[in-house]
């Protein structure tokens, strides 16, 4: 299991054969990105993200141990970027390998919504014109994490 919080943007590509490469037994690996997408109403300039770096790796690493364990995993990655990105770029991965398919996109899901919503990140959107707003937390994503 590897669990990365960096600044430096990644290769999608070599991320997905390198973890492919090191899940001899797997049945299903399932790979979701996340892109920094352009604010309701447009305008977004970029997205700062902000974070405490010990207390996000070590929240990071228990959730995705969490799920090789409930979802009998055979590995899982998580990568998450910090600092200022730009609409389009890369903001986070996550991988997942399991015997069955269902654990993988199972256990992604469930990756990518504690991501959204109880990963200790906090986001600003600077606008076009200046503007910078914090980002909210959104009540269709903490509505999300009921299912698990």
Known sequence: MQVRVQEAGFDLGAESDTFAAGVGGAGAIVTFTGVVRDAD??????????????????????????????????????????????????????????????HA??????????LKSRAPFWKKEILSGGQADWVSAKADDEAALERW
Do not use: C
């Open 41 to 102: 109403g447009g305008g977004l300039e970029a997205m700062e993200i902000e974070h405490y770096p010990a207390m996000t790796q070590k929240a990071l690493e228990a959730i995705a141990t969490e799920a090789k364990i409930r979802w009998e995993l055979s590995d899982a990655l998580v990568i998450h970027r910090y600092g200022r990105l730009v609409p389009g770029e890369r903001i986070m991965m996550v991988a997942t390998a399991a015997r069955h398919r269902k």
């Open 105 to 114: 996109f199972e256990a992604a899901e469930y990756l990518m919504d504690y």
